[in-house]
């Protein structure tokens, strides 16, 4: 079982950059998949990066590929979604959810609350 908690979303401009964390606890957070989601407001929520349980293995979302990085330190229980050169449609709600390796979401068995980012053009 895992909890899961995201931080590091606010407000930027068009073209900067905004790291988000995902701290998790529980002992086997280290055998579980990760991957961010976000959801932007009247739309569904919808793939955004996955990582595997080593970290050895990423995909990105055609939206975001080669904007975005996501990476793992299991010894932190930390998950990472870099974000650069953003846009006002990368605005949504960013969620961080653990569990198997894939792009639907339900196939992630835990969620984090959510933390907003908003791209300013």
């Known amino acids: 079982q895992v909890q899961v908690v995201e931080s590091g979303g606010g407000l930027v401009q068009a073209g900067g950059s905004l790291r988000l964390s995902c701290a998790a606890s529980?002992?086997?957070?280290?055998?579980?998949?990760m991957g961010w989601f976000r959801q932007a407001p009247g739309k569904e929520r919808e793939f955004v990066a996955r990582?595997?349980?080593?970290?050895?293995?990423?995909y990105f979302a055609d939206s975001v590929k080669g904007r975005f990085t996501i990476s793992r330190d299991n010894a932190k229980n930390t998950v990472y979604l870099q974000m650069n050169s953003l846009k006002p449609e990368d605005t949504a709600i960013y969620y961080c959810?653990?569990?198997?390796?894939?792009?639907?979401?339900?196939?992630?068995?835990?969620w984090g609350q959510g933390t907003e980012v908003t791209v300013s053009s």
């Open positions: 959810a653990a569990g198997g390796y894939s792009d639907y979401p339900d196939k992630f068995d835990y």
């Open positions: 529980g002992r086997t957070f280290s055998r579980y998949a």
């Open positions: 990582i595997s349980y080593s970290g050895g293995s990423t």
